[in-house]
């Protein structure tokens, strides 16, 4: 048959029907299509809710109250959820609640357009299998006020339903006994923590036991309605910003509420601008994120972002949807667009989550801007609490390296301080250490006497350099071979050759490169500073580096050190500028025998510095302090006989001497 040509139709004695096993097929879905038992508690409400919604659609004048309450019976191990809704009548039972995949909600909001319904699969009810032995309905619908049904099931597979005597009002109880793995849910204060979770978005009131507050009592601050008064006045202005103060706070009263982990640190809305109805993006969402006082640093990730669809939470960690630079961010969005998965624990990537994801960077960029420019004390708190998370977040995105470039703390060898400040201290230039200090380094940047900035921070060196290259102003890079170059000048008149190949004889160890330069301060001898640029070389040449870094990363990382010889692992800078080295040179010429103990003692100094380094010192300590002894032996042995041993002071030394 020729590619493209049409089907031939199947003759009608050739199909078959497709067998279903049903109790392989409802216990696959009740036990394994959530991953939490809790879920049937959310799916259950949620169903109350629906018929709420359902009777107010199919009788929006009769007397209605709605109402949602839970109830735990520890000792009978049960579980009820009670409803003043719709109710169902017997049909109904058999068409929707008995029926696998059929829900009425779908049906009634294709038919209606209403949003408020929440189900969709026709699949929830079957989650109460999950955690129960057997399941009882007993309703009475609002079309058929006199009549009583009870539906009672055990397992999902077969049911019954009886008559019974009609409720006191329509709606519906849902009785759960409990199985013996799920007898800790028949507790009301784990119920009211639960739900108050679960519902906290709900338009209708849930309560617990006899409970006369509900559990989702909170205020709900983007619902309120926009500031009515005209800011044209005085008056208008002063209410205006009485009512802001008022939104404010109760956002955070909000986020306090909501927040798990954290104390919030300033909220702003979703969209942080937005007009009554609008859809900014592609998304209706609209909702509430905070800054957690959590403290984040690199790679960690307390985002923290629920998402619910139509007032029910849908997904409690839905961090995804944040950009992943916010690991200091928390919040709660709601939209009645995103598209569950099956199990209504999840969202579907579709283009309505993508456009979510742009909606919440946007406001989170807008909130950081609002913070900054109304609340000053709370982007104090922000900036000490997350400065190294928001040097790292302004690298991902130009306006906030805009807003955060002379705001942001850097760590430095003096604390934290601004890059402007840095830049200030500096001489208009900006210093930053590739290593992590210690040893010769921490004091030449002690002696340097202007702060250094900590360039093993987690995104302070490419933070500093976007700064420098934005602010036009030099970035001294202390450790690289070009930071060296300018922090160790060429001496005046270069060593003769042997004169180099003696001084590294005599104060170098393998892998060390002896290199004459002019530094100050001039009482400092000689610093070794290791090459990071080597160091990295090293490790990513590693035989182990494939295995440790993903392969574009090490790829890049190859390609950046290609440049590098990693021959010498640090080098030795010789202060020729010092007049000790100018004596032992001095000494070196004229043959001096003390040139090789005063030689002795400055690399037996250089090795007790390099070894309280942060890194891997070259040379063997002990025999270091072992050197220093031996000097000092060589040069009290050269003292001419009667003067003393311990000088009373420093002057009388000199007057004896």
Same mark, same amino acid.
């Given at each position: 048959?020729?590619?493209?040509?049409?089907?031939?139709?199947?003759?009608?004695?050739?199909?078959?029907?497709?067998?279903?096993?049903?109790? #392989?097929?409802?216990?696959?879905?009740?036990?394994?299509?959530?991953?939490? @038992?809790?879920?049937?508690?959310?799916?259950?409400? =949620?169903?109350?809710?629906?018929?709420?919604?359902?009777?107010?659609?199919? !009788?929006?004048?009769?007397?209605?109250?709605?109402?949602?309450?839970?109830?735990?019976?520890?000792?009978?191990?049960?579980?009820?959820?009670?409803?003043?809704?719709?109710?169902?009548?017997?049909?109904?039972?058999?068409?929707?609640?008995?029926?696998?995949?059929?829900?009425?909600?779908?049906?009634?909001?294709?038919?209606?357009?209403?949003?408020?319904?929440?189900?969709?699969?026709?699949?929830?009810?079957?989650?109460?299998?999950?955690?129960?032995?057997?399941?009882?309905?007993?309703?009475?619908?609002?079309?058929?006020?006199?009549?009583?049904?009870?539906?009672?099931?055990?397992?999902?597979?077969?049911? *019954?339903?009886?008559?019974?005597?009609?409720?006191? =009002?329509?709606?519906?109880?849902?009785?759960?006994?409990?199985?013996?793995?799920?007898?800790?849910?028949?507790?009301? =204060?784990?119920l009211r923590e639960v739900l108050g979770r679960y519902c906290v978005l709900l338009p209708i009131p849930v309560y617990v036991g006899d409970d006369t507050e509900p559990v989702n009592s909170v205020q709900v601050p983007w619902r309120q309605k926009a500031h009515p008064s005209p800011t044209t006045t005085l008056a208008g202005e002063a209410s205006r910003r009485t009512w802001d103060g008022?939104?404010?706070?109760?956002?955070?009263?909000?986020?306090?509420?909501? #927040?798990?982990?954290?104390?919030?640190?300033?909220?702003?809305?979703?969209?942080?601008?937005?007009?009554?109805?609008?859809?900014?993006?592609?998304?209706?969402?609209?909702?509430?994120? +905070?800054?957690?006082?959590?403290?984040?640093? #690199?790679?960690?990730?307390?985002?923290?972002?629920?998402?619910?669809?139509?007032?029910?939470?849908?997904?409690?960690?839905?961090?995804?949807?944040?950009?992943? +630079?916010?690991?200091?961010?928390?919040?709660?969005?709601?939209?009645?667009?995103?598209?569950?998965?099956?199990?209504?624990?999840?969202?579907?990537?579709?283009?309505?989550?993508?456009?979510?994801?742009?909606?919440?960077?946007?406001?989170?960029?807008?909130?950081?801007?609002?913070?900054?420019?109304?609340?000053?004390?709370?982007?104090?708190?922000?900036?000490?609490?997350?400065?190294?998370?928001?040097?790292?977040?302004?690298?991902?995105?130009?306006?906030?390296?805009?807003?955060?470039?002379?705001?942001?703390?850097?760590?430095?060898?003096?604390?934290?301080?601004?890059?402007?400040?840095?830049?200030?201290?500096?001489?208009?230039?900006?210093?930053?250490?590739?290593?992590?200090?210690?040893?010769?380094?921490?004091?030449?940047?002690?002696?340097?006497?202007?702060?250094?900035?900590?360039?093993?921070?987690?995104?302070?060196? @490419?933070?500093?350099?976007?700064?420098?290259?934005?602010?036009?102003?030099?970035?001294?890079?202390?450790?690289?071979? *070009?930071?060296?170059?300018?922090?160790?000048?060429? @001496?005046?008149?270069?060593?003769?050759?042997?004169?180099?190949? +003696?001084?590294?004889?005599?104060?170098?160890?393998?892998?060390?490169?002896?290199?004459?330069?002019?530094?100050?301060?001039?009482?400092?001898?000689?610093?070794?500073?290791?090459?990071?640029?080597?160091?990295?070389?090293?490790?990513?040449? !590693?035989?182990?580096?494939?295995?440790?870094?993903?392969?574009?990363?090490?790829?890049?990382?190859?390609?950046?050190?290609?440049?590098?010889?990693?021959?010498?692992?640090?080098?030795?800078?010789?202060?020729?500028?010092?007049?000790?080295?100018?004596?032992?040179?001095?000494?070196?010429?004229?043959?001096?025998?003390?040139?090789?103990?005063?030689?002795?003692?400055?690399?037996?100094?250089?090795?007790?510095?390099?070894?309280?380094?942060?890194?891997?010192?070259?040379?063997?300590?002990?025999?270091?302090?072992?050197?220093?002894?031996?000097?000092?032996?060589?040069?009290?042995?050269?003292?001419?006989? #009667?003067?003393?041993?311990?000088?009373?002071?420093?002057?009388?030394?000199?007057?004896?001497?």
């Amino acid at each position: 048959m020729s590619e493209g040509a049409p089907t031939e139709p199947t003759p009608a004695e050739d199909l078959r029907t497709t067998e279903v096993d049903l109790g #392989g097929l409802v216990n696959v879905l009740a036990t394994h299509l959530y991953s939490t @038992p809790l879920v049937a508690l959310r799916e259950l409400v =949620q169903n109350a809710h629906d018929s709420h919604t359902r009777r107010l659609l199919e !009788d929006p004048d009769g007397d209605h109250r709605p109402l949602i309450r839970v109830r735990a019976d520890a000792t009978r191990r049960t579980v009820a959820i009670e409803d003043t809704g719709a109710g169902l009548t017997e049909p109904e039972i058999h068409s929707y609640l008995a029926t696998v995949g059929t829900g009425y909600t779908r049906m009634l909001r294709e038919l209606t357009g209403n949003q408020e319904l929440i189900g969709a699969f026709g699949l929830g009810f079957l989650s109460a299998f999950s955690v129960a032995d057997e399941v009882t309905v007993t309703t009475t619908s609002h079309r058929e006020p006199r009549l009583g049904h009870r539906y009672r099931s055990r397992g999902g597979e077969q049911y *019954q339903v009886e008559p019974v005597p009609a409720r006191p =009002q329509p709606g519906t109880v849902v009785e759960l006994a409990l199985k013996a793995g799920h007898a800790h849910l028949a507790d009301e =204060q784990a119920l009211r923590e639960v739900l108050g979770r679960y519902c906290v978005l709900l338009p209708i009131p849930v309560y617990v036991g006899d409970d006369t507050e509900p559990v989702n009592s909170v205020q709900v601050p983007w619902r309120q309605k926009a500031h009515p008064s005209p800011t044209t006045t005085l008056a208008g202005e002063a209410s205006r910003r009485t009512w802001d103060g008022d939104q404010y706070a109760a956002r955070m009263r909000f986020a306090t509420a909501f #927040g798990r982990r954290f104390e919030p640190l300033t909220a702003f809305p979703v969209p942080a601008v937005r007009d009554e109805g609008a859809v900014e993006g592609g998304t209706d969402a609209i909702g509430l994120l +905070w800054v957690q006082d959590g403290g984040t640093y #690199g790679s960690s990730d307390n985002r923290d972002l629920a998402v619910y669809l139509r007032g029910m939470l849908l997904a409690e960690d839905a961090r995804d949807l944040l950009p992943s +630079w916010a690991g200091f961010i928390g919040g709660v969005v709601e939209s009645n667009r995103l598209t569950p998965t099956a199990s209504r624990e999840d969202l579907q990537r579709d283009e309505h989550y993508r456009a979510l994801q742009k909606v919440l960077t946007d406001a989170i960029v807008d909130g950081l801007y609002e913070t900054a420019r109304l609340r000053p004390a709370a982007w104090r708190r922000i900036l000490t609490r997350h400065g190294q998370d928001l040097l790292g977040a302004a690298l991902c995105d130009e306006r906030l390296f805009t807003l955060l470039a002379d705001d942001v703390p850097v760590p430095t060898s003096q604390g934290d301080l601004t890059a402007g400040g840095l830049r200030a201290a500096g001489g208009g230039a900006v210093h930053v250490a590739l290593g992590s200090g210690g040893g010769f380094e921490e004091m030449l940047y002690r002696a340097m006497q202007v702060p250094i900035a900590r360039g093993d921070r987690y995104a302070v060196l @490419p933070f500093l350099r976007r700064y420098a290259q934005l602010r036009g102003c030099r970035l001294v890079e202390l450790g690289s071979e *070009q930071g060296n170059r300018e922090l160790f000048r060429d @001496p005046e008149r270069p060593l003769l050759p042997e004169e180099s190949a +003696w001084l590294a004889g005599a104060l170098a160890e393998p892998g060390e490169q002896l290199v004459p330069a002019r530094f100050d301060p001039p009482g400092l001898p000689l610093v070794l500073v290791p090459d990071r640029e080597a160091e990295l070389k090293a490790r990513i040449e !590693d035989d182990q580096a494939d295995a440790r870094i993903p392969s574009a990363a090490l790829r890049l990382a190859r390609a950046f050190t290609a440049r590098t010889d990693g021959g010498a692992k640090a080098r030795l800078y010789l202060n020729l500028a010092c007049p000790a080295v100018q004596d032992l040179l001095a000494a070196y010429r004229t043959g001096h025998t003390g040139s090789a103990t005063a030689a002795g003692l400055l690399r037996s100094l250089k090795v007790i510095m390099a070894s309280a380094s942060a890194g891997p010192a070259e040379g063997d300590l002990g025999a270091a302090l072992a050197g220093i002894g031996t000097a000092v032996s060589a040069l009290t042995a050269a003292v001419p006989a #009667g003067l003393p041993s311990v000088p009373d002071s420093p002057v009388a030394l000199s007057e004896e001497a």
